[in-house]
């Protein structure tokens, strides 16, 4: 069976689908990427699914799971280059993907997780302002 | 009806050469870009209810031509259990496999014409036909 | 009826025999029907082509129009019916170019002879195939042209077009239907995609009416443009149009409306912090 590589750049882990999955690699990617966020504690995932030509209910399903997961693994997902034509079909097959964060290609995907892992910092300063000011 | 082909669908990878091989005969129907992409993504969630709810099956592609338009009509093939209340089978949102229940119902979305005959005990078959516009 | 192969010898003989004549009367009436709209050269030589095709049909033993020794006529008569609609020639003048070539025949037959009437009512038979053929290609042609036209008229209507870095919008004017906001809809999508835009304006002001379907599309598309990772705006809804939206009940949820290009423009711009 073959496997969808996952890459890591920096502090994310990027995935481009490249086959037409069968179901099982589909979820063969679910696991692999959930042990690798553990592993390499990265707070970003890019799925680029700008090769695929179909995203059916269960790859839509996976993807939503996949973004579920990392979620609890404190990491976000952000799916990337989804074709218009896709896109269209999943309208009309009545799947609106919630909870998974998308980009048009993978530059403003990375910017997109950048804003985040910025405004974590932020949050981080500012609660640390906030503790500072609450001590005696 | 012609030349219509066949696939035995009775594991995943059999799922994805039903949707190669209903891709290239939409190419070769000169289907537009966005209906290939309803009718493969329609042929991918029947040919999984085939092989998930039927227990395996046929899936047949043939091109059709009824005079004014071409198009192509699929035709997907169980002995399985068959569906107790098509209604409710049909209905967003409904299932008894563990996914989205978007299969049957997403599916009868994307195509121009769908037509399913299911009896109890003797399994399920789902006729889908796009036309090129 | 259909021609005989006796008959059809006996024509053959005589669409080459009397040749000149044949071509001279045949040009002569349609010169007439044409009324000087095309050169008498020119028509000359297009009857004295047709005269080749009648006569191989007919030596090659066809007895009906559709048959395999009338597949270099049939071509011709495409070729002549094509020409004569792209030259804005109506059907009629179109047909009467073939069915002339019965008077000319009649100009050069022997009418005393009974059985050469006879032959005239069979080929007479042949010659109204080809001429129903060439009204029907004639037919073909112009819807053919037609639905070029529209085509051609469908993309010069919906532009697309690169507003700011990071955003496209599409003006939409005339009453959109439903196929043309299909196309629309799927040429936005396509750009965002193509400029890496992700912004959107639809801008609908000059669009005087909606119906569900249409606005459907539109709500469509902003649901598959935020699937691919864009946001749109629907900016320039007239009031008759926001009230058809309400009446049918059609639900714009979340989606950003503003009340010109411009306002939509200036919060997008704002939002992005430019």
Redesign the interface.
């Known amino acids: 069976m073959e496997r969808v590589p996952i890459l890591k750049l920096g502090e994310i882990l990027l995935v481009s689908i490249q086959i037409d999955m069968e179901d099982q690699v589909a979820l063969q990617l679910q696991e692999d990427l959930a042990e690798r966020i553990v592993a390499t504690r990265c707070h970003g995932v890019l799925i680029d699914i700008s090769a695929l030509d179909i995203v059916d209910s269960f790859v839509g399903r996976t993807l939503a799971t996949i973004a579920s997961i990392s979620r609890v693994l404190d990491a976000e997902t952000v799916v990337v280059g989804m074709r218009p034509a896709v896109a269209i079909t999943l309208v009309e097959l009545g799947l609106s993907l919630p909870g998974i964060r998308t980009a048009l290609n993978v530059e403003l995907g990375m910017e997109l997780l950048a804003r985040d892992a910025s405004f974590d910092f932020e949050d981080a300063a500012s609660m640390a302002v906030d503790e500072a000011v609450d001590e005696p | 009806m012609s030349d219509g082909e066949r696939i035995e669908v009775g594991t ?2 059999d ?2 050469r039903v ?2 091989l209903v ?1 290239t005969v939409a190419v070769s129907v000169k289907l537009s ?2 209906d ?3 009718l ?2 329609a042929a ?2 029947l040919a ?1 209810n085939t092989l998930v709810y039927g227990g395996g099956g046929t899936v047949e592609v043939a091109r059709v031509d009824n005079g004014r338009r071409r198009g192509i009509q699929i035709v997907f093939a169980d002995q399985g259990p068959g569906i107790a209340d098509l209604e409710l089978a049909l209905t ?1 949102g409904y299932t008894t496999g563990g ?2 229940g ?2 049957l ?3 009868r ?2 195509v121009d014409e769908f037509l399913i005959d299911t009896s109890i005990g003797r399994g399920t078959t789902v006729t889908v036909t796009k036309w090129c516009r | 009826m259909a021609l005989g192969p006796e008959e059809a010898n006996r024509f053959a003989a005589l669409l080459e025999e009397r040749q000149e004549e044949l071509v001279g009367a045949w040009t002569d009436r349609v010169a007439q029907s044409l009324r000087g709209r095309l050169s008498r050269t020119e028509l000359e030589r297009q009857t004295g082509e047709l005269r080749k095709g009648f006569h191989a049909a007919l030596a090659g033993g066809a007895a009906e129009l559709g048959q395999e020794p009338a597949d270099e006529l049939r071509a011709q008569l495409t070729e002549l019916s094509s020409s004569r609609a792209r030259q804005g020639f109506s059907a009629t003048e179109t047909a009467v170019s073939v069915f002339a070539l019965k008077d000319a025949v009649l100009t050069v037959l022997d009418g005393s002879d009974a059985s050469n009437l006879r032959d005239y009512v069979a080929f007479s038979g042949f010659v109204d195939q080809a001429a129903l053929f060439t009204f029907d290609s004639y037919v073909q042609i112009r819807e053919g042209l037609i639905a070029d036209q529209a085509e051609q008229l469908l993309e010069l209507s919906t532009p697309v077009v690169k507003l700011w870095e990071g955003v496209v919008a599409v003006p939409l004017v005339g009453t959109l239907d439903s196929a043309r906001a299909q196309v629309v809809m799927e040429r936005l999508l396509e750009t965002l995609v193509e400029t890496g835009s992700p912004h959107a304006i639809i801008d609908i002001t000059g669009v005087p009416a909606v119906d569900t379907q249409v606005a459907q599309h539109i709500l469509k598309t902003v649901v598959a443009a935020r699937l691919m990772g864009a946001d749109c705006i629907i900016s320039g809804i007239r009031p008759q149009i926001a009230q058809t939206i309400v009446a049918l009940g059609i639900e714009f949820g979340d989606i950003a409306t503003k009340a010109s290009l411009a306002d939509a423009l200036r919060f997008v711009l704002k939002k992005t912090g430019r």
Request: hydrophobic share 35%; glycine share 12%; charged share 30%.
């Open positions: 995943d990878q799922v994805v949707r190669q891709r870009l966005v290939q992409t309803k493969v993504t991918s969630e999984r967003d996914g989205l978007l299969g119902s997403g599916a979305r994307l």
